[in-house]
């Protein structure tokens, strides 16, 4: 079955830039949407955007819009996720996500990957 | 920014009590509206969408209701593995609400 996997460096230093890829094995990235989610230690989920496979139209949630970039690379079925200028308050779960055919929640999940922002 | 507001922050009850959740949204939503559970250390699971449908593999024992800006999660008879965290999610501006702890006594 489709299984997503985050993967990128554990520990980013503080102004620097987080880069996360999403691979997507066991189906192809085509027809859906995808998505990136993040979860602050011991809080809530908060939703930072998306991107359609074929086109490349992406979204973002307004408040981190400035600093995020959703990309995808259909060839190696992944789909990035970079955000600039990281702060202490960037500490979290980083999870990615397939958007539901015709709806808009989120059916599939990666397992999710501890991004520490430090010096 | 539509907001959701989930309560109680916390819910206990013993094994094969009913569970009753509430998320309620800052403006209408319509029926527009999912359920996820999620377990320590685990990612969320999409339970129910579109306010009462309930997404593959989910047991019979959850079920949603509600339109506009009130809908409730309700367990009709709580599993000891019911014991995780409980979002609502509205797909306007896919915002999360802030989360129900369910504890088994």
């Known amino acids: 079955q489709v299984q997503l996997q985050e993967s990128g460096p554990g520990l980013v230093k503080p102004s620097e830039t987080l880069s996360l890829t999403c691979t997507v094995s066991?189906?192809?990235?085509?027809?859906?949407?995808w998505s990136w989610i993040r979860q602050p230690p011991g809080k809530g989920l908060e939703w930072i955007g998306y991107?359609?496979?074929?086109?490349?139209?992406?979204d973002y949630s307004p408040s981190l819009r400035s600093r995020v970039t959703v990309s995808v690379d259909t060839s190696k079925n992944q789909f990035s996720l970079k955000m600039t200028s990281v702060t202490a308050a960037d500490t979290a779960v980083y999870f990615c996500?397939?958007?539901?055919?015709?709806?808009?929640?989120?059916?599939?999940w990666g397992r999710g990957t501890l991004v520490t922002v430090s010096s | 920014e539509i907001v959701l507001t989930q309560s109680p922050a916390t819910l206990s009850l013993s094994p094969g009590e009913r569970a009753t959740l509430s998320c309620r949204a800052s403006?209408?939503?319509?029926?527009?509206l999912a359920w996820y559970q999620q377990k320590p250390g685990q990612a969320p699971r999409l339970l129910i969408y579109?306010?009462?449908n309930r997404a593959t593999g989910i047991p019979a024992r959850f079920s949603g209701s509600g339109s506009g800006t009130d809908f409730t999660l309700t367990i009709s008879s709580l599993e000891p593995e019911d014991c995780a965290f409980y979002y609502c999610?509205?797909?306007?501006?896919?915002?999360f609400g802030g989360g129900t702890k369910v504890e088994i006594k």
């Open positions: 996500a397939r958007v539901m055919t015709s709806h808009w929640y989120f059916d599939l």
């Open positions: 066991g189906g192809s990235i085509s027809s859906y949407y």
């Open positions: 991107i359609y496979y074929s086109s490349g139209s992406t």
């Open positions: 403006q209408s939503v319509s029926n527009y």
């Open positions: 579109d306010a009462s």
């Open positions: 999610q509205q797909r306007t501006s896919l915002t």
